[in-house]
């Protein structure tokens, strides 16, 4: 079945196999940021941004995103210049290994985009479905409060 969606900001028609994952597809082009993890749902290895909101995609079947605007972290970056969130994970050592990393990140992109006064809960609430081994989250949260608070766009 063909589908049609947009993907970092560009107009797609997809060829997918009935029940064939999200997850799968930005794989098979080559959107490494959206890492292989639990396929079940647990971990936010796989985190995407579907019309803005953080979404695990390797729950979300390819027919689902017809007609939607899909975001991985690859359309946030350039090779020139990280975004400010970015290099806020960089500076408070937030980023260990970096495998949950990518996830984390658009999951703070997705509370930047909603209305209203960002908190410490806010942040920790919205990195709950990022499972790290590595660095305890503590400096994510304060790297996503340094950017947050400063009422600036995350990833932008």
Known sequence: MIIQFELNGRLVSADAA???TLLEYLRGEELYSVKHGCDHGECGACTILVNS????ACLVLMHAVEGKKIETLESFS???QLPEMQESFLQAGAAQCG???????????ALDREDGVVTEA??????????????????????????LTQDRGALR
């Open 78 to 80: 350039t090779h020139e």
């Open 99 to 109: 495998f949950c990393t990518p996830g984390m990140l658009l999951s703070v992109e």
């Open 53 to 56: 909101r953080s979404v695990n």
């Open 122 to 147: 806010g942040v920790k609430d919205a990195l709950n479905g990022n499972l790290c081994r590595c660095t305890g989250y503590v400096k994510p949260v304060e790297a996503a409060l340094k950017v």
């Open 18 to 20: 009935p029940g064939s």
